[in-house]
């Protein structure tokens, strides 16, 4: 059956952008349709109205508005002034002014500056992301690319969150694209686990696409090991806690030890403390590991101080050769002859 609007429908009806029916509709949600469709409508209305009409909480017709912003299917009056206020003296002097780079933006065309510090950073307003989204297009890319790799709408948080990973920790666009498919991958798509291995990434520097795809490899590894290990422990967790995942990565990547040999320290550690403890299993493993690197250093230490075997033709120290080689020579050439062994 096909449904169109009836002569009522289209008396009263609205300017409703294609962009929005055919790109949008399938992954915008009900929020953001409403306020859009809110916009549509009254075709110039603030976030209070909207808010009123739809008795719907400031912060997410806020949110919802920043969605639609990045799209360009909407402007605010302010965007609309400042528009034409440019466009007025570009045409007075001749040109265009020169764009600067303010210090908080990152380089739209290069890596973004990182400037992370110990302190957990604090979380950027809608007016301070919408912001960014101007001055920087590669921050716009991101937050409508994330939004289909992870199959859902970002909301506030989640814009939050990217921004964060961009500009604080310093993680350039490839690198986040990176993360947000291994997070899938995991099936964990939630954002405090995606700012959680995005803040670690920047601890530790990991922002090339060489560096993300290495640590990637290792967390999956430690994952498979886990899988073999924790069927041997009886351990029911499908999947390693962060913490788990570094020891295993130590364990396995770094000192190359066999699941054997972790599920040894493993039944040690449950003889010594009468339970699970990685802690422990990771002193048995260092230790181990530390001698075994001591007695390969001391093997290599020996070898070099070995004395170099005498030489036949080298006389000894302080005297004349042991042996005469002509004489071994010429007994050498001559013909072997068998003799019978006496009885005693």
Not at 83 to 109: L, M, Q, R
Not at 276 to 282: E, L, Q, R, T, V
Request: aromatic share 10%.
């Amino acid at each position: 059956m096909i449904y169109t609007l009836s002569e009522k429908g289209k008396q009263s009806a609205v300017f409703v952008p294609a962009f929005l029916t055919d790109e949008h509709l399938r992954i915008c949600n009900e929020c953001q349709l409403k306020v859009m469709l809110c916009i549509c409508g009254a075709n110039g209305t603030n976030e209070d109205e909207i808010s009123r009409k739809l008795n719907i909480d400031k912060k997410d017709v806020a949110d919802a508005i920043l969605y639609w912003s990045m799209t360009g299917l909407i402007a605010s009056s302010a965007e609309t002034s400042n528009k034409k206020t440019a466009e007025k003296e570009e045409n007075e002097e001749g040109g265009a002014k020169p764009f600067v780079i303010s210090d908080s933006a990152a380089s739209s065309t290069g890596s973004p500056v990182s400037h992370f510090n110990d302190r957990l950073p604090s979380r950027p307003s809608s007016d301070e992301i919408a912001a960014r989204i101007k001055e920087d297009p590669n921050i716009s890319d991101l937050l409508k690319e994330a939004q289909i790799k992870l199959g859902k709408t970002l909301g506030h948080n989640g814009n939050c969150v990217l921004v964060l990973l961009y500009d604080h920790y310093g993680l350039p666009v490839e690198v986040i694209y990176m993360l947000l498919e291994f997070c899938s991958s995991l099936g964990k798509t939630n954002f405090a686990y995606i700012e959680s291995v995005g803040r670690d990434w920047g601890i530790n520097e990991i922002d090339t696409i060489e560096k993300a795809a290495a640590r990637i490899t290792a967390v999956n590894s430690a994952n498979a090991n886990w899988a073999e290990f924790s069927r041997y422990a009886g351990i029911k967790t499908p999947k390693p806690t962060k913490k788990q995942t570094e020891y295993f990565v130590k364990w396995f990547l770094d000192m190359k030890f066999t699941v054997d040999a972790v599920e040894q320290a493993y039944d040690t550690a449950c003889e010594k403390t009468g339970k699970i403890s990685f802690a422990y299993m990771d002193k048995i493993l260092t230790g181990i590991f530390a001698g075994r690197s001591n007695e390969k250093a001391k093997s290599k230490t020996n070898f070099a101080e070995r004395p170099a075997k005498k030489s036949f033709a080298q006389p000894a120290q302080g005297g004349e050769a042991s042996y005469d080689i002509e004489k071994f020579k010429n007994e050498s050439q001559k013909p072997l002859v068998y003799k019978r062994k006496g009885k005693a």
